[in-house]
């Protein structure tokens, strides 16, 4: 399936629903009122089409696709602690380009020593592991094969 996108008429139909918080024509962005409203309806028993439709969505512009796979992402965020809060720009995947704080970098620096003595005590276990197993293998017997 290929990715269905908005003409410029639906974007604009789609921005004025006040369910959505941001839209271009590839995507849409329900706000946190939306996410919930959608949660309770479903509790409600209400088919994930119906509450689309009921908040002022046109179901054929958002698409059947989009609607499955937005009930499937609520189901989720509903179990997180963060609850509907969008998370993409607090957890970007980039490291942090902001200066530390003494106490922040104390504390990263102890995570790294902490990793670092675990990984040299795996080392360890791994050498003597090794060196055992070399002391069990059979010694070939230099002086037998003379005649």
């Given at each position: 399936m290929?990715v ?10 789609l ?21 919930q ?8 028993g209400k088919l ?6 009921e ?6 512009v958002v ?12 189901r ?12 993409r ?7 942090q380009t902001k200066?530390?704080?003494s106490?922040e970098?104390?504390t990263?620096?102890?995570?790294q020593v902490?990793l670092?003595k675990?990984?040299?005590e ?17 010694k ?8």
């Amino acid at each position: 399936m290929g990715v269905h996108y908005f003409s410029n008429e639906q974007v604009e139909e789609l921005r004025r629903n006040p369910y959505v918080d941001k839209v271009s024509n590839k995507a849409i962005t329900y706000s946190e009122v939306f996410k919930q409203h959608f949660m309770d309806e479903q509790h409600r028993g209400k088919l994930p089409t119906q509450i689309f439709r009921e908040a002022g969505f046109d179901t054929k512009v958002v698409g059947k696709e989009r609607i499955n796979s937005f009930s499937k992402r609520i189901r989720k965020m509903a179990d997180r602690i963060e609850g509907f809060t969008d998370l993409r720009a607090q957890h970007s995947g980039r490291r942090q380009t902001k200066e530390r704080t003494s106490e922040e970098e104390i504390t990263y620096l102890k995570h790294q020593v902490a990793l670092q003595k675990q990984q040299i005590e795996a080392l360890k276990k791994m050498n003597y592991i090794n060196r055992q197993a070399t002391k069990t293998l059979p010694k070939k017997n230099i002086n037998s094969s003379k005649h």
